[in-house]
């Protein structure tokens, strides 16, 4: 059995980029979610109007999360900046709470794990920022993977046995 190591960290426990330089090329997707729960009285809000006074929250966090996958080599200090060829988030508002999710995809060296789980954590920190003035108690109750595929790992997704 392989012992397991963290890949960003070298020998002596020091932070380093992986090098990624002799990797072939490959179509690489990530998927992620992570949970806004709002509460009953703003989740009728957002149904009934789409928004609060500072607009359409759920397409101002879509466009908030783009932008941070886009992003995600310049907020996380070893990550890879990489051209990304899809990111897209959908929204599922609930009785009490927000799900977000996102899908990313490139064709490259590494994969984009940490632009999917961007790019929903950024849209629910807007989420929160455009909703709090309805409610203080809001909250993001997780974020996680859900599935990733590509590379030299393969494919995985989240089991929820």
């Known amino acids: 059995m392989t012992k397991a190591r963290f890949s960003h960290l070298d020998r002596d426990g020091a932070p380093r980029m992986v090098d990624v330089g002799k990797k072939v090329p490959s179509q690489r997707m990530a998927k992620a979610e992570a949970l806004v729960d709002l509460g009953p009285e703003v989740c009728r809000m957002l149904a009934e109007t789409s928004g609060v006074a500072k607009g359409n929250v759920v397409e101002t966090a879509r466009v908030a999360g783009i932008m941070a ?37 490139c064709q490259g060296r590494t994969g984009v794990e940490m632009e999917a789980l961007t790019a929903v954590s ?27 595929s590509g590379g030299k790992s393969g494919g995985w997704h989240r089991s929820e046995a």
């Open 69 to 105: 996958a886009k992003r995600t080599a310049d907020l996380i200090p070893m990550c890879h900046p990489l051209t990304l060829d899809h990111v897209s988030l959908s929204f599922d508002l609930g009785q009490r709470a927000l799900t977000i999710s996102s899908e990313v995809r």
């Open 122 to 148: 950024v849209a629910a920190l807007t989420v929160y920022d455009m909703c709090k003035s309805a409610s203080k108690g809001i909250s993001v109750e997780y974020l996680r993977l859900v599935e990733k």
